[in-house]
Antibody, heavy 121, light 110 residues
Framework: EVQLLESGGGLIQPGGSLRLSCSTS????????MTWVRQAPGKGLEWVSSMSGSGDNTSYADSVRGRFSISSDNSRNTLFLQMNSLRVDDTAVYYC??????????????WGQGTLVTVSS | QSGLTQPPSVSAAPGQKVTISCSGSSSNIGNNNVSWYQQFPGTAPKLLMYENNKRPSGIPDRFSGSKSGTSATLGITGLQTGDEAAYYCGTWISSLRLTVFGGGTQLTVL
């Protein structure tokens, strides 16, 4: 059974840093494009960052580029999101998602339950 | 990174059919495939459709997808009250290796 479990969320002051983790099991971790997607309270989905299975390619939304960094520990099948210089508008539930790439298609076929990040003074 | 455009809400009666549109451009939907996600309040999104019109295992054939040019459409027939949820379209801009989502459509089954 495919499982993704996020952790690391919480309350943090503006300008602070937080590291999210996504522990996975039930599939070959480095065969998928692992991704972070967030959802601000009452808002829609926003793609944040993706990493290729090999780890060679990473990509970021303009809103987080230069502040957030995606990484992984393949030996532990775990995905990370290091978030620095946090802003109030980073407040959201952060989901870890498993991405499948086939040709010109990428879709997210498994999602974690999400972890809430609240940026507030 | 312009997002995709969806109607904020749609509604229909039980047993009826509804369609949800997702409009993009040549830089996103026009050259890439679309996926759809269903989300109930307080829960994670769930994959509903991928590669425009393919259903994952377990998704009933009441759900269908299509794409034409720079737009995509999700169709749901035989509406049930349990279909009340938010629906999101998404596409991967492969040339930039980034994903964009639509703003989401709230489906109400009256």
């Amino acid at each position: 059974e495919v499982q993704l479990l996020e952790s690391g969320g919480g309350l943090i002051q503006p300008g602070g840093s937080l590291r999210l983790s996504c522990s996975t099991s039930g599939f070959t971790f480095n065969s998928y494009a692992m991704t972070w997607v967030r959802q601000a309270p009452g808002k829609g989905l926003e793609w944040v960052s993706s990493m290729s299975g090999s780890g060679d390619n990473t990509s970021y939304a303009d809103s987080v580029r230069g502040r957030f960094s995606i990484s992984s520990d393949n030996s532990r099948n775990t995905l990370f999101l290091q978030m620095n210089s946090l802003r109030v508008d980073d407040t959201a539930v952060y989901y870890c998602a498993r991405g499948r790439i086939v040709g010109a298609s990428l879709w997210f076929d498994s999602w974690g339950q999400g972890t809430l990040v609240t940026v507030s003074s | 990174q312009s997002g995709l455009t969806q109607p904020p809400s749609v509604s229909a009666a039980p047993g009826q059919k509804v369609t949800i549109s997702c409009s993009g451009s040549s830089s996103n939907i026009g050259n890439n495939n679309v996926s759809w996600y269903q989300q109930f309040p307080g829960t994670a999104p769930k994959l509903l459709m991928y590669e425009n019109n393919k259903r994952p295992s377990g998704i009933p054939d009441r759900f269908s997808g299509s794409k034409s040019g720079t737009s995509a459409t999700l169709g749901i027939t035989g509406l049930q009250t349990g279909d009340e949820a938010a629906y999101y379209c998404g596409t991967w801009i492969s040339s930039l290796r980034l994903t964009v989502f639509g703003g989401g459509t709230q489906l109400t089954v009256l």
